[in-house]
């Protein structure tokens, strides 16, 4: 949106900084690289109004193709729609001449408080490795388990499967013959889950496999809408404190955000508490009772 802002008023801003001729006829001049009616772009301020682009613009001027685009799609073509804009009055419009003081207004003011505020929203390195102590439940790798699964939808081949495992034999194997969903491509492979993931008619599951402790642990069956599971435990990660240096740079933007908006605040507190400013309550209490309304919407 903001981009979009600074093209637009940029517009209006481009016959400001070209030079206007006497006529629209004539030879050009030696420096004058276009000429739309009387007004005159001389060279140099072509340049100025390339390297005033954003990167991503002048990424686009790299070439003659790009450069010839942006002088006829853009210089031209803005300066010939401005002119156009003029000559049916719209430069005296006093909504249009509205927006442009608002703009205006709002440059300045943000002119105003990037001085107040330099220097003043810097984290250090202190701050950031304090802030770093004491938060950790904020770095912290939640709890999960690494885990597979035997599916079955019948208790005769539940006990099969029992059998053959109290046996010796290989989970994986035993889920890749047996399960009735899709992991048995996988040999019951169902990844990692954590805590308060899985939907509330597997509570029981998730319970299950967040009991066992130690890697290979088989649970004792579980049943869920969906039939019969046996979970075998691979791997647990997490319940430890992220690495300073892999958050560093997290903690050092959030806090020189806070700190800018702290600043702001101060410093708009400050100004204001140097200025004269007086409320009519009276008139604002009667606006407050017409709440807000206008005639129009009111009828």
């Not at 046996?167 to 194997?173: D, I, R, Y």
């Not at 508490?273 to 606006?287: F, V």
């Amino acid at each position: 949106m903001k981009k979009r802002i600074i093209f637009i008023f940029g517009i209006f801003l481009l016959s400001g900084a070209l030079s206007c001729g006497d006529s629209g006829k004539g030879e050009l001049g030696k420096n004058e690289l276009v000429r739309i009616n009387k007004l005159s772009i001389p060279i140099d301020e072509f340049r100025q109004m390339s390297e005033k682009q954003p990167l991503e613009g002048k990424m686009r001027l790299l070439d003659e193709k790009g450069m010839r685009d942006f002088l006829e799609n853009y210089v031209i073509t803005q300066e010939a729609l401005y002119q156009e804009a003029k000559k049916k009055g719209f430069d005296k419009s006093k909504e249009i001449l509205a927006k442009v003081e608002d703009f205006r207004r709002a440059m300045i003011i943000d002119a105003l408080i990037e001085e107040a505020l330099r220097g003043k929203s810097e984290a250090t390195e202190e701050e950031i490795q304090r802030y770093y102590k004491e938060n950790k439940s904020l770095f912290t790798e939640p709890l999960e388990v690494k885990i597979r699964h035997i599916m079955v939808n019948s208790e005769p081949v539940l006990k099969e499967v029992l059998t053959r495992l109290s046996k010796g034999e290989s989970f994986e194997k035993l889920a890749s013959t047996y399960n009735i969903d899709r992991t048995r491509e996988d040999g019951g492979h169902l990844g990692y889950i954590r805590r308060g993931q899985l939907a509330p008619s597997f509570a029981q599951f998730e319970e299950a496999a967040f009991s066992l402790m130690k890697k290979g642990d088989i649970s004792e069956v579980v049943r869920t809408p969906y039939g019969f599971h046996i979970i075998q435990l691979e791997e647990i990660r997490g319940v430890q404190q992220r690495p300073f240096e892999q958050v560093r740079e997290r903690i050092r933007i959030f806090l020189q955000a806070k700190k800018k908006q702290e600043a702001y605040l101060n410093y708009v507190k400050e100004v204001k508490s140097k200025s004269t400013i007086l409320i009519n309550e009276k008139l604002w209490d009667e606006e407050k009772k017409r709440g807000g309304k206008t005639k129009e919407d009111k009828k």
